[in-house]
C-alpha cells in the first residue's frame, strides 16, 4: 500500500478503503491491551474529545492513527453515554473539517463522494 493512500485513511479513517485495511490487519479485540499504541492512541483520542473539543492529527504512525479511531468508536459507543458520543462525534468532525480544509479541492470532492455519495447510489 502507497504512503499517499496510508495517509488518507489516516486523516479520514471513515472512507471506504479503511474496511479494508482493518481486516487486513486481523486485529482480534479480545487480544487487545490497554498498553498497545492503538489502545492509548484511541483513549488519547477520547480524552482529547472531552478536555479539548477538537482530537489532534498525528501522522507519524499512520497505521496507529487508522485504527485508534475505529477503536476509539467501539470504546465511545460501549459507554451507552449520549453525552460522551456526541461529544467525540463532534471533535472529530472539527478535525476533519480542519483536514478538508487544507487539502486540494480534488481530494476533498473525492472523499465526499467516497464517504457520503457512494453511499446514497
Known amino acids: 500500500m502507497e504512503q499517499a493512500e496510508l495517509e488518507l485513511m489516516a486523516k479520514y479513517p471513515f472512507i471506504p478503503p479503511v474496511h479494508d485495511f482493518i481486516k487486513s490487519k486481523n486485529i482480534k479485540i479480545a487480544e487487545l491491551k490497554a ?20 482530537v489532534s492529527v498525528q501522522l507519524g504512525d499512520l497505521e496507529t492513527e487508522i485504527l485508534s479511531f475505529t477503536i476509539a468508536l467501539g470504546l465511545v459507543k460501549a459507554t451507552g453515554r449520549d453525552d460522551i458520543q456526541q461529544r467525540w ?6 478535525r476533519f473539517e480542519r483536514l478538508l480544509e487544507q487539502e486540494k479541492k480534488s481530494i476533498a470532492a473525492e472523499i465526499f463522494w467516497n464517504a457520503a455519495i457512494k453511499e446514497l447510489i
Open 89 to 94: 462525534v463532534y471533535a472529530e468532525s472539527v
Open 35 to 54: 498498553d498497545d499504541l492503538y489502545v492509548k492512541r484511541a483513549q488519547e483520542r477520547i480524552e482529547e474529545a472531552i478536555k479539548d473539543g477538537v
